[in-house]
């Protein structure tokens, strides 16, 4: 028994150093040919199909060491290490946009349906939920199944996948009630940074709370008045949808994007002090993105100080992006800039 567990115990071992080893470019185009296929959501396609891009470019300048000159050979090398470095980040993102375990989706939009006051939105998470149910299950079915009939319940899950993803866009789009719209804005002003979505955030708030004290007055008011009231709330609802479209447009970008685009103007820039401020604001990016890893794995307790350790980088990130901005560009960008 003793030998046995210690084969087992080895044999674990092996696996895991097969599963982290590197696999081929022919592999990792494979697999993200398949999971291109799979895919539902159109962020997740597109981080899959410019991830396969960049891998393809990879094969091509491996293909194309073998059979270059010596004296050619050291400038693919250069950028084949570029492109490897460009796919190694483009892989993160491609990660970052894997679909939530159907079991955490479930309670999710469980939790949801609890806080949903609204009956437009409270039957599109419903709906939702049900998909979400159906999904579940053909996946434990497929889990199970037979080789024959693999392909058939592969078909139906990838139809009750889009109809999930359908049905919970629905719901988001549901309109939600003006005390939970309130709420989320009051959330989303504790942790914004730019001055800029700071006051979209305060703007919409105002009008959130004026929509709130119309339908309060509404329920109380005399029949003679509630139609110049409804008049007034129409209004008011209008304004609060345009407000929180306007707080919508200055979300931040996901912090992988940003990284990659801080890493590409480094590689443009050619003032020093302007390269200095986009390394400083590209080590506290990756520090954001540690951080929400961190986050997303931590516990309640722990949760509460990353969150603020989180909000203190997130100000710095902001403080080094406006120095960034601010940098002198180099002569020949500012004439291509006037040019343009």
Do not use: D
């Not at 139809?159 to 549901?174: D, I, S």
């Not at 006051?199 to 339908?215: D, E, G, P, R, Y």
């Not at 401020?277 to 520090?287: T, V």
Request: some cysteine.
């Amino acid at each position: 028994m003793k030998k046995l567990k210690k084969i087992g115990k080895t044999l674990a071992k092996y696996v895991a150093k097969a599963k982290k080893s590197p696999k081929h470019i022919s592999v990792k185009i494979a697999l993200i040919k398949k999971a291109l296929k799979k895919a539902v959501t159109p962020a997740r396609k597109a981080a899959l199909k410019t991830y396969l891009k960049k891998l393809k470019k990879v094969q091509a300048l491996k293909r194309a060491l073998k059979n270059a000159a010596p004296e050619e050979k050291a400038a693919i090398k250069k950028k084949l290490a570029k492109a490897k470095k460009m796919a190694k980040r483009l892989k993160a993102v491609a990660e970052s946009t894997k679909p939530k375990p159907i079991g955490k989706k479930i309670a999710v939009l469980k939790a949801k349906l609890a806080k949903a006051k609204n009956p437009v939105r409270r039957a599109a998470l419903k709906k939702a939920i049900k998909l979400a149910k159906k999904v579940a299950a053909l996946k434990k079915k497929l889990a199970n199944c037979s080789p024959l009939e693999k392909k058939k319940v592969a078909a139906k899950l990838l139809k009750a996948r889009k109809a999930l993803y359908k049905a919970v866009t629905k719901a988001k789009k549901a309109p939600k009630h003006i005390s939970v719209t309130i709420t989320t804005l009051k959330k989303a002003l504790k942790i914004a940074v730019r001055p800029k979505r700071r006051a979209a955030i305060k703007k919409a708030l105002k009008v959130a709370k004026k929509c709130q004290a119309l339908k309060r007055a509404l329920k109380n008011a005399a029949p003679e008045e509630k139609a110049a009231i409804k008049r007034k709330l129409i209004k008011c609802r209008r304004l609060v949808k345009r407000a929180v479209k306007k707080v919508k447009a200055t979300k931040p970008k996901p912090i992988a994007k940003r990284i990659l685009t801080l890493e590409r103007k480094i590689a443009r820039a050619k003032n020093p002090i302007r390269k200095i401020y986009l390394k400083q604001q590209l080590k506290l990016a990756i520090k954001v993105l540690a951080l929400k890893k961190k986050l997303a794995t931590a516990s309640p307790v722990q949760a509460k100080t990353i969150k603020k350790q989180l909000l203190k980088v997130r100000k710095a990130l902001y403080k080094a992006a406006v120095k960034a901005k601010k940098a002198p560009m180099a002569i020949s960008k500012k004439i291509a800039y006037i040019k343009k």
